[in-house]
């Protein structure tokens, strides 16, 4: 079976499928030799940020299947359901990227980078560092998926009250989370309006794009912080950083931008906290990723009978 690697995968991953008589072919330039590869391949697998796109499926004639190792399908090309081509999501990386959520919270509410600077600085500002406990707080979690149920079950143990707005929220796995962590589901704007915490974690589609612009960002209590672990365009960046701008009180923490790298100054906003796109860098997370993708292709092998 030949298997094009698009993105960056563990070593092992690529030994294990050579040893298993794989030809394995990693590359990510759109140069010549690239779209001849497409030509020959029977499989795909894809990381961030990495796309499948219309072309490549045109040119793709041998291709059987494509695995996504994420959760997001914006990066990819509808002609692939069009063209009968097995297509499987990993959606396993919801623990490390709630539990990044929760860095970016604790990171500003006991203002951890500013600590930490000034000691960097040699100063001693013990009393100018007056951070808040999250206890208590009112949680919003825009999308309740793979990773927003987790965040909710994080901050459901640390007594935080839990906000939900999903539009697909009669899923049974979703139920049972409401129920398990005492969520209330409301509507989006009664979410931005009374959350202390905002956390998006919707997929990225036409309804969904900007959906935190000029008019939501508006909504946000004085004090709220607004997180982004989903997409980038879920946010208007330009309306975002015009409101830190107004609202010194409000922050955002981002782990995703519209582009990347996003081309912020990022000194100019002292309550804007960024990473960049780390939510799934984890190593537990990416052994995860790698015994899944191997096991996908197996069954792969064994239906097609390479």
Request: proline fraction near 4%.
């Amino acid at each position: 079976m030949r298997i094009l690697l698009l993105g960056l995968n563990e070593p092992d991953l690529i030994n294990q499928l050579t040893w298993e008589n794989h030809l394995v072919i990693s590359s990510g330039e759109r140069n010549e030799n690239f779209y001849e590869i497409l030509k020959i391949v029977d499989g795909i697998v894809l990381r961030s940020p990495h796309c499948i796109t219309d072309d490549m499926i045109e040119l793709a004639s041998s291709l059987k299947f494509v695995i996504r190792a994420g959760s997001g399908t914006d990066n990819i090309s509808s002609k692939i359901f069009e063209n009968n081509i097995a297509f499987l999501r990993i959606p396993i990386n919801a623990s490390a990227v709630a539990e990044h959520v929760f860095a970016m919270i604790f990171s500003i509410y006991r203002k951890i980078p500013a600590a930490h600077q000034s000691l960097v600085e040699g100063l001693w500002q013990k009393h100018h560092l007056m951070g808040r406990e999250v206890n208590h707080k009112k949680l919003g979690i825009v999308g309740f998926g793979n990773i927003g149920r987790r965040v909710a079950q994080i901050g459901n143990a640390l007594d935080m009250k839990i906000l939900t707005s999903d539009r697909s929220i009669e899923k049974k796995e979703k139920q049972e989370v409401l129920r398990q962590t005492h969520a209330e589901f409301v509507p989006l704007d009664n979410l931005l309006s009374n959350s202390d915490i905002v956390v998006l974690c919707l997929p990225l589609n036409d309804s969904s794009k900007h959906i935190i612009n000029s008019n939501s960002l508006e909504l946000l209590q004085e004090n709220a912080v607004l997180i982004n672990v989903g997409r980038g365009g879920l946010i208007y960046t330009e309306d975002l950083l015009n409101h830190l701008s107004c609202h010194p009180n409000v922050y955002a923490a981002l782990d995703v931008f519209e582009k990347e790298p996003p081309g912020i100054n990022i000194s100019l906003y002292p309550n804007l906290l960024v990473t960049p796109h780390i939510g799934a860098q984890t190593y537990e997370c990416r052994q995860r990723i790698r015994d899944v993708i191997l096991s996908k292709i197996r069954m792969f092998v064994d239906e097609e009978h390479f």
